[in-house]
């Protein structure tokens, strides 16, 4: 994996010299829309400087974060009090460094939990970088292996200086552990992170790609196996939902302008060119984020329709829209905007007292439903009417998963 890093100090993301916050290289200030643009290339993480300090916090921040992509989220996480609520608020793993012992890692499940090896001079350094221990990275690796999923190794003596990361360091901490290892600290060229990816790890990529001089779109252009696919890469669309919208190729400079402009382009083999969703229907597909699969000779584009995707009068290639609650979701965020004038659903809307008493009341009949179809009957007269809470409070059904995934990640 490629993951792009968000540093937050004061409520901006920022990149650090060797971690010192006094050594600022680069602010960025709405971190929110860049973790939306990061997010295209796949999941990414964000570290809270001011808690890893413990001079404040960012968790506001975070969370609207949280609520929009994947994100695995790091600092300052000392109790379990803000463990779950980074959990809770939709982080998919939590970073531990600190608080990394056996007895605190025990109370969540491994796959919840990344436990961070940050190094000074090969020993194991906590608090925010600034308290040195007596462990090397590969014994801490050894001894908390059983209680995480993952690695993150920081080596901090080459964090934002640009100068490359250290391979060796990285080959030794991936040959201590069959636990996954992300390596970070001053990795620069697509070069380095091809090798840590022959060596089995990923990269956790910062100061090289605020600075311009990695570009994402390059580093995981490397990683695709084009020597399988030849100069075209199948593609498939997918909306919100799961419904899968179309098949189509792309090559290497359609793949790099989805992912540097977050529309959908493809490269036409009938014609020879390439294009870009909607050019001329106005049909575009905002591209949210590009997977590769497990062989990396296929990709998905993970896409919010606008219009239909096929060229003929159906919602896509494989068929017309089915429904789901996706598209039931997306029904209601459109009647709230535009539903007409005497509608049940704009009188709901509008009158949010009426719409949370039909929630109880609905609630009340589901408790009492004695028969199956009763039962399903009513579940769904209490879904239908939640959603529209929801969709009243500018809230969606993916956060709700993720609250749902929040607990299942939480302490036992």
């Not at 960012?58 to 790091?74: H, M, Q």
């Not at 060229?189 to 060596?199: C, F, G, K, S, W």
């Not at 390059?218 to 990683?223: Q, R």
């Amino acid at each position: 994996m490629i993951i792009p890093s968000i540093d937050l100090l004061g409520g901006k993301a920022v990149q650090l010299r060797r971690g010192n916050p006094d050594d600022c290289a680069v602010t960025v200030d709405d971190p929110v829309a860049l973790a939306e643009t990061f997010a295209r290339y796949g999941e990414i993480a964000v570290i809270d400087l001011d808690a890893a300090l413990g001079r404040g916090d960012n968790l506001a921040v975070i969370e609207r974060i949280t609520a929009r992509v994947e994100a695995r989220v790091g600092g300052g996480i000392r109790d379990h009090a803000r463990a779950d609520r980074l959990l809770r608020a939709g982080a998919r793993k939590i970073i531990l460094g600190t608080a990394a012992t056996p007895e605190f890692l025990a109370k969540y499940p491994a796959d919840a939990v990344i436990v961070a090896l940050d190094a000074k001079k090969n020993r194991v350094v906590t608090e925010g970088w600034t308290k040195a221990t007596t462990d090397t990275p590969v014994e801490r690796a050894v001894a908390l292996a059983p209680y995480c999923s993952e690695f993150l190794f920081t080596v901090v003596d080459r964090e934002g200086m640009l100068g490359g990361t250290d391979l060796e360091a990285v080959r030794a901490v991936v040959a201590a552990t069959d636990r996954h290892v992300v390596a970070a600290g001053g990795i620069t060229t697509v070069d380095e992170v091809v090798a840590l990816d022959r060596m089995g790890a990923s990269c956790q990529l910062g100061m090289a790609i605020y600075t311009g001089r990695l570009a994402l779109s390059d580093a995981y252009l490397a990683l695709l196996d084009w020597d399988k696919v030849g100069d075209l890469i199948p593609v498939v669309a997918q909306e919100s939902g799961g419904q899968v919208l179309m098949h189509a190729w792309a090559d290497r400079a359609a793949v790099r302008e989805t992912l540097e402009t977050g529309l959908g382009t493809y490269f036409s083999r009938s014609r020879q060119e390439r294009w870009q969703k909607g050019e001329t229907s106005g049909h575009v597909q905002h591209v949210r984020e590009v997977r590769w699969d497990c062989d990396r000779d296929t990709l998905l584009y993970k896409v919010d329709q606008i219009g239909r995707a096929c060229h003929l009068p159906q919602h896509g290639c494989f068929g017309d829209t089915w429904f789901n609650l996706a598209h039931l979701e997306k029904v209601l965020q459109d009647r709230l905007q535009h539903a007409d004038p005497g509608s049940y659903t704009r009188k709901l809307f509008e009158d949010e007292d009426l719409l949370k008493s039909k929630i109880l009341e609905e609630a009340k009949e589901l408790t009492e439903a004695t028969t199956d179809r009763d039962t399903v009957w009513e579940a769904a007269d209490v879904v239908f009417f939640t959603m529209a809470l929801l969709a009243k409070r500018g809230l969606t059904l993916e956060q709700v998963e993720r609250e749902l995934r929040g607990r299942h990640g939480r302490r036992r």
